[in-house]
């Protein structure tokens, strides 16, 4: 018996807030839901995020 491996079903994309590093060199950001801080910090480059809506494959 084989098996496909092909089974990407597609996954909607969603509006999502997510908190973007204010560094244009630096591509830094994290879904608002993984951060549990007002105002989170890069985890690249330490600079300040801002919030920012993306369009993002959801999440289960
Ligand atoms: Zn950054």
Redesign the pocket.
């Known amino acids: 018996m084989v098996f496909s491996r092909r089974q990407q079903e597609p996954i909607p994309e969603i509006e999502t807030e997510v908190w973007s590093?204010?560094?244009h060199?630096?591509?830094?950001w994290m879904r608002n839901s993984f951060s549990f801080l007002d105002n989170p910090t890069?985890?690249?480059?330490?600079?300040e995020?801002k919030q920012e809506v993306r369009i993002l494959p959801e999440l289960k």
């Open positions: 590093c204010v560094n060199d630096c591509t830094g890069c985890p690249l480059c330490q600079s995020m």
